[in-house]
Every structure is written in structure tokens, then in C-alpha cells.
């Protein structure tokens, strides 16, 4: 089945600056990749998706870019703020599937 | 509108108690999903359904777990003979029609068993 990993599992940086965390997956038939926000004590928030059929992907101040030759995609936070603190999960959904298969997790901190 | 909704937030049992989880999905959306999530993991695949039916139980790890969704709307995932390793936060996401769109999570029921 479906495995993802994600990297790196904590990412601090400051104020102002731009993060990227990325995500290998092992289905090729995989197709549909969310990106989910969560905060302490709260369900996950979808914060962008790519499906296989774009190569990138941007709204505002994230971004992220899939590979498919290389079966990984990343997300990417410019102009990084301290409220962007969180943790960040990718997943991956094969066509014919219906279970969003996650990583593991990025602990991100914005310090001002 | 309002999100998807989920009771209790918090369930404290016993050991080999039984207990019932609710999840409320976002109003005309007909797929419902059940994950589950471990401290510091992502979110396990359980359950999903389709109108009333489960269209996939692969996720669920043993016959002590059960879903319904009589009507086809509110879900309830029911675990029996709870373990103490059944301590997670139980989410529960909704969809508009099938399985391909985006899935919209609640605030999940965090479940310590004692």
C-alpha cells in the first residue's frame, strides 16, 4: 500500500522567512495530495491541494510543487508569521482509492 | 455554514467499557470518513461511507470497532471492550460526493482509556 514520508519532523525559523517541507510518496497510481494545518487541540485544515495533473500550485503565500517522475511534492511558506505556527501533515490519495494516507507530521515554529 | 461537528471533544472510560463517538458532517455532504490519530502521528485511516453504507472499513484494526450512518447524514463509531492502546483523538472528516474531493475535518474526540 500507499507510504508517505514527510521532512523534516521540526523546522524553526524567523519572522519573515521562507519554509519548505517535503513529502515522498511510494504509489505511483497516487494522485490527489492535500496539505493539512493543525493546531494544538484542533481537527486538520486543508491549506492547499495539487492533483497530479499540475506541476505547482500557489495561493498568497504558500505554494507547492509536485514531481511525479520522483513521487515526492513540497510545500512552501514565504513571508513566514508567527500564527503560521502549527503542525503540517501531506497526504496522498490514489485514484482509486478513498483513505488520505499521511505522513508523519512537520512541527514548524515562527519565532518573531 | 457550520463545519463538521464531533461529541464529546473529550472521553475519559475504563478499561472494557464500551463507548460511542458522534460525528455530525458538514450539512448535504455524503461521504464521512473516521481517522484515527496517535500523539504525534498522522491521521490512521479507519472507515468511510457513502450515503448510508460503509464503502471501505479496511482501516478499522479489529472487529471490537463498528460504524453506522443509519440515515445518511450523523456517523457513529462505536468501540467495544475498550484497550488501553484505543486511546487516540478520533477525527472524523466529510466530503461533498465521493471520495476524490476534499475531505473536511472536525475537531475530533480525544479518547483516554484508563
Known amino acids: 500500500g500507499e507510504n508517505v514520508e514527510q521532512h523534516p519532523s521540526t523546522l524553526s525559523v524567523q519572522e519573515g522567512d521562507s519554509a519548505v517541507i517535503k513529502c515522498t510518496y511510494s504509489?505511483?497510481?497516487?494522485?490527489?495530495f492535500p496539505w493539512y494545518k493543525q493546531e494544538l487541540g484542533k481537527g486538520p485544515q486543508l491549506i492547499i491541494d495539487?492533483?497530479?495533473?499540475?506541476g505547482e500550485k500557489k495561493d498568497q503565500r504558500i505554494a507547492v510543487t509536485l514531481n511525479k517522475t520522483a513521487k515526492h511534492f513540497s510545500l512552501h511558506i514565504t513571508e513566514t508569521q508567527p500564527e503560521d505556527s502549527a503542525v503540517y501533515f501531506c497526504?496522498?490519495?490514489?485514484?482509486?482509492?478513498?483513505?488520505?494516507?499521511f505522513g508523519k507530521g512537520t512541527t514548524l515554529s515562527v519565532s518573531s | 455554514g457550520a463545519g463538521v461537528s464531533q461529541t464529546p471533544s473529550n472521553k475519559v472510560t475504563e478499561k472494557g467499557k464500551y463507548v460511542e463517538l458522534r460525528c455530525d458532517p458538514i450539512?448535504?455532504?455524503?461521504?464521512l470518513y473516521w481517522y484515527r490519530q496517535s500523539l504525534g502521528q498522522g491521521p490512521e485511516f479507519l472507515i468511510y461511507?457513502?450515503?448510508?453504507?460503509?464503502?471501505?472499513d479496511s482501516g478499522l484494526p479489529n472487529d471490537r470497532f463498528f460504524a453506522v450512518r443509519p440515515e445518511g447524514s450523523v456517523s457513529t463509531l462505536k468501540i467495544q471492550r475498550t484497550e488501553r492502546g484505543d486511546s487516540a483523538v478520533y477525527l472524523c472528516?466529510?466530503?461533498?460526493?465521493?471520495?476524490?474531493?476534499?475531505?473536511?475535518f472536525g475537531p475530533g474526540t480525544r479518547l483516554l482509556v484508563l
Open positions: 472528516a466529510s466530503s461533498l460526493m465521493g471520495s476524490q474531493e476534499t475531505q473536511y
Open positions: 504509489d505511483s497510481a497516487s494522485n490527489y
Open positions: 495539487i492533483r497530479s495533473n499540475v
Open positions: 497526504a496522498a490519495q490514489a485514484q482509486a482509492g478513498t483513505a488520505l494516507i
Open positions: 450539512s448535504g455532504h455524503t461521504a
Open positions: 461511507f457513502q450515503g448510508t453504507g460503509a464503502a471501505d
